[in-house]
């Protein structure tokens, strides 16, 4: 099993965004000599609720300051981002790395943000999959060229060339029936967000799966389960963490999402935001759907971690993960002493 580490950067500390970007960069450096497989930031702009607006650019200062530990973007965003730009950044990371990049690419999902771009929400799934067919050619060949709705690139040749292919190397977030098809067609591995009770997500996963291997004659690949993490010894102490910091990064996701909001109910392609909101919406939902978040994900003590995890690989299968401690303005010194601990303790037991 592949355990990696994911990166909010989320402030909501109240300190100055340039400490708090530097303690979240420092974190993923530290998590080499910690054990884990790999690293990568999301991509988010504008807010408190996740500021890293150039994965390439983070992850290639991190590349210079460790030797081994891969490199994912988690995700580069396709509608905020010209393909062919995408593609060069990926292919000058890739070499300064020395070929740890994967690349992991995703649609977002916030209004605010797509607005700010100029690009509509509802756009997303066409630029999305125009953009990522334009990026898995032209990282491969060193070539970009499209003539498409949404992309009109003259043929360019990439330099520096592409030195290693990225066959197994590219990543989709897919929350939805429609993303989870176009993963398993274009024959990308899958990244989720625990937003839940697994037993939900099973038939979207199978279904993966299961067209993955019609298409490709091969397995899927195991899918990625991006998890928020509590994991300290005292019960007492994982409780109270969760009461005052988990708590607050679920009232953050809530309203950058706007899960409370209708729109996602004429956008079929997220759904999982529907759902969000519809259960949140019924009686006592907003309560349960608060339950079902912290269920879905990855707190409590380095015991009850490890039994969470086995009762998790018997619903869905195969898994990979990208641990996510750094939330809800959770100071430094507990973020780093939980990852520590989840290094430890879980980690080895996860990877035997």
Same mark, same amino acid.
């Given at each position: 099993?592949?355990?990696?580490? +994911? ?36 991509? =988010? ?17 991190? !590349? ?25 950044? !990926? ?17 977002? /999902? ?7 771009? @100029? ?12 953009? /990522? ?8 060949? @060193? ?112 309203? +950058? ?37 912290? !269920? ?12 969470? =995890? ?28 939980? !990852? ?13």
């Amino acid at each position: 099993m592949r355990v990696g580490m +994911h990166l909010g950067y989320q402030n909501c500390n109240g300190i100055p965004d340039a400490e708090k970007f530097r303690q979240e960069t420092q974190l993923a450096i530290e998590a080499e000599a910690m054990g884990f497989d790999y690293v990568g930031p999301v991509e =988010h702009h504008f807010t408190d609720y996740a500021a890293c607006p150039d994965p390439f650019g983070m992850l290639s200062y991190v !590349a210079a300051k460790t030797n081994h530990i891969e490199l994912i973007t988690g995700a580069v965003i396709l509608p905020w981002n010209n393909p062919l730009r995408v593609v060069e950044q !990926a292919i000058q990371l890739d070499i300064l790395s020395e070929g740890r990049l994967i690349l992991g690419m995703g649609r977002g /999902a916030a209004r605010r943000e797509f607005r700010s771009f @100029g690009a509509e929400l509802a756009d997303s799934r066409e630029m999305f999959d125009e953009a /990522a067919l334009i990026i898995m050619e032209g990282i491969e060949t @060193g070539i970009v060229e499209a003539d498409t709705k949404w992309y009109q690139i003259p043929r360019t040749e990439i330099r520096p060339r592409p030195f290693k292919s990225f066959k197994d190397r590219t990543v989709m977030v897919s929350m939805s029936p429609s993303s989870v098809e176009v993963a398993a067609r274009y024959g990308l591995q899958t990244l989720r967000f625990s937003q839940g009770d697994w037993r939900n997500a099973v038939p979207e996963i199978n279904s993966y799966r299961e067209t993955f291997e019609q298409l490709h004659k091969k397995a899927a690949p195991p899918f990625i389960i991006s998890d928020f993490v509590l994991c300290f010894e005292d019960k007492r102490r994982v409780t109270e963490y969760c009461d005052s910091y988990f708590s607050a990064m679920f009232a953050q996701v809530a309203n +950058h999402y706007e899960f409370m909001s209708d729109h996602f109910k004429e956008l079929p392609s997220y759904s999982t935001y529907m759902l969000m909101g519809q259960a949140a919406e019924a009686a006592g939902g907003a309560d349960k759907a608060y339950r079902d978040y912290i !269920a879905g994900n990855l707190i409590g003590t380095p015991e009850e971690l490890i039994e969470h =995890h086995l009762e998790r690989a018997q619903m869905v299968g195969d898994y990979s993960i990208l641990a996510n401690f750094s939330f809800g303005g959770l100071p430094y010194e507990l973020v780093y002493e939980q !990852a520590k601990l989840f290094a430890d303790k879980v980690l080895p037991k996860l990877k035997s």
